[in-house]
């Protein structure tokens, strides 16, 4: 968590003071409240300064401090208290929040603090050399069953791999960021299991939340097994990305709301974008390690450390058997196979290279020689 401060004088503006739209906003959100209860619009209104700035000034703090007839040092206080607002200028097309929270750093959230420092800048707050983009760690968002996750100003983007991480960066930049659906970057709706239904799945449609197509029938793990001699699964990556774009309807929604603006601006919000059925990952089918015929006595790939039996089924599905073939697996092939299996960094944080390195070397023995302990 970095201190939270206000930034230094130099970048500090000589006044704030609302545009006329955010004024009337302003004036209609603190009627809101009862009164004597109007300092409870603090947040909103600080929000909304932001939003017109792009970041909290003091002068802004200042200003929402008179407009509420609050302390100076009490607006300052919940403005360095939320990781939501922001400080100091950052990117003007994305600024990158990575949850750095236990759930998160357990499933990969330092590898996506590595693609901001090379894809953005080696400091967090710090903008890129185009001053679009900038980064920072911040605590749970609440999102831990999607871990690891990423906010950029309102939007969570949840399930991340390295690679998707890289394309949505990619995207903000060339000023695209609306191309990507917030939400699950895998095929899973919300915090639902990834890939389809686990309970309750006898007969019985799912309640849904939305009109977003049901996902692949509950046994769809096991029907993504291939055969050992199976063609190659599909995975096109220009459909993927045609995939991730806002569907039209969320742009006709967008348009009303627009319209609606107009007519109400009190009460306009924003409309929820459509939840479009989740992208499949983005997979380069010629980083997929090569497989092999079943060998007359495979390895046991459940002796590493992350292989159950599911996922030797599906490993052998995909032509792998033994320690050897994983053993060489290069640093593209083990995403292309950890996004097969929306493992989102797995294959790296149990380093199953040096496990099957060991196994293939001398077994069990050797495991023990390199790991202190017994495979499982
Ligand atoms: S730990 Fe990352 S969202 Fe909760």
Redesign the pocket.
């Known amino acids: 968590m970095s201190v939270r401060r206000l930034a230094e004088e130099q970048f500090q503006p000589a006044g704030f003071s609302f545009n006329a739209e955010n004024i009337a906003w302003a004036e209609a959100t603190i009627r809101k409240y009862p009164a004597g209860r109007q300092q409870s619009a603090v947040i909103p209104l600080l929000m909304r300064a932001q939003e017109q700035e792009g970041w909290v000034t003091k002068a802004a703090i200042e200003h929402v401090g008179e407009m509420l007839d609050m302390p100076f040092i009490r607006v300052l206080e919940v403005a360095t208290f939320y990781t939501q607002f922001q400080l100091k200028p950052v990117g003007t097309r994305a600024h990158i929040q990575v ?7 357990l499933r990969g ?1 330092e590898d996506l603090i590595h693609v901001c420092k090379s894809k953005i800048h080696p400091e967090p707050f710090e903008r890129n050399a185009e001053g679009t983009l900038s980064w920072e760690e911040v605590e ?5 069953v ?4 990423v906010m950029i100003f309102k939007d969570a983007y949840e399930d991340l791999t390295v690679t998707q991480l890289e394309h949505i960066i990619d995207r903000f930049a060339a000023g695209k960021g609306s191309d990507i659906k917030p939400g699950p970057q895998v095929d899973r709706i919300f915090s639902a299991p990834a890939g389809a239904p686990t309970t309750l799945t006898d007969d019985i449609q799912p309640i849904r939340f939305n009109d977003t197509p049901a996902p692949a029938p509950a046994k769809a793990e096991e029907a993504s097994v291939p055969p050992a001699n199976a063609a190659k699964p599909v995975t096109d990556a220009p459909e993927t990305d045609k995939s991730l774009k806002t569907p039209v309807t969320a742009k006709k929604a967008a348009a009303e709301n627009v319209k609606q603006k107009g007519d109400n601006a009190d009460t306009a919000r924003p409309v929820e974008k459509e939840v479009a059925p989740a992208p499949a990952p983005v997979m380069d089918e010629k980083n997929r390690p090569a497989g092999i015929e079943r060998p007359e006595t495979p390895d046991d790939l459940k002796m590493i450390s992350g292989v159950g039996p599911k996922i030797e089924a599906t490993l052998n599905g995909l032509g792998v058997y033994t320690f050897e073939q994983i053993a060489k697996w290069k640093k593209a092939e083990r995403e292309w196979v950890d996004t097969y299996l929306k493992f989102s960094g797995r294959i790296e944080r149990d380093d199953w290279v040096k496990q099957a390195k060991a196994l293939a070397k001398g077994g069990e023995a050797e495991y023990i020689k390199v790991f202190g302990k017994k495979p499982r």
């Open positions: 949850c750095g929270t236990t759930p998160c750093m959230a749970c968002q609440g999102a831990c999607n871990a690891p996750m």
